[in-house]
């Protein structure tokens, strides 16, 4: 069965990544034999939407089953989408996870075990192509029409109260700006589906 564990360096011994969406390697493992081939995350630097980029990568390679210390909800809803069981790791090495793995013990995600952007740095992407015709005049904006409730089978997240303070509004937009990018990675991760026939 082949499988991939997230990891900071290329070989078994390296330390598995708690991380999955902006790990530094995968390591996609034959668990029959331990035959092992170390990739370079592909979305590691990507400015947004590292998550689904990296999982329909993984996916493409074959993966049937990952091993990672936490995974967010865009690349959870790949992986359920593409029937791959996603197994939480607590540390160790590459081939520590895969031998607690093959011996049962690692426990499987029943949703994602980390918010969308868990694994951006602060302010990462803040502000990029905002009002840069996001709506495009065809009633994508804000989770409307055929983008709307249900859609994929989620609802956008609420939007917050009117600010009262400057330091509210702050938190408000950033709470506005990540609620877009989210609807945003959706929307991509759809059309990305249609284009291949999905």
């Known amino acids: 069965m082949k499988i991939v564990v997230t990891s900071n360096g290329a070989d078994l011994d390296a330390p598995a990544s708690p991380v999955f969406g902006r790990c530094s390697t995968y390591i996609f493992v034959d668990t029959e034999s ?117 859609a994929w089978g989620t609802t956008p997240p609420p939007q917050p109260a009117p600010p009262t303070s400057r330091e509210e509004e702050v938190v408000a937009l950033k709470q506005t700006a990540s609620n877009l990018r989210q609807q945003l990675a959706q929307i991509i991760e759809r059309l990305d589906k249609l284009e291949k026939g999905g």
């Open 34 to 150: 331990m035959e092992f081939e170390a990739v370079s995350n592909p979305a590691m630097a990507a400015p947004g939407g590292a998550g689904i980029q990296a999982a329909q990568f993984v996916v493409q390679q074959g993966a049937q089953a990952v091993l990672t210390g936490n995974v967010g909800p865009n690349a959870y809803n790949v992986f359920q989408a593409a029937g791959v069981p996603i197994y939480l790791l607590t540390g160790g090495t590459v081939r520590e996870a895969v031998e607690a793995y093959k011996a049962g013990r690692l426990p499987s995600a029943a949703d994602a075990s980390v918010q969308a952007h868990a694994g951006m740095g602060m302010g990462r992407g803040m502000g990029r192509g905002m009002g840069r015709g996001m709506g495009m005049g065809r009633g994508m904006g804000m989770g409307q029409g055929a983008y709307g409730p249900g």
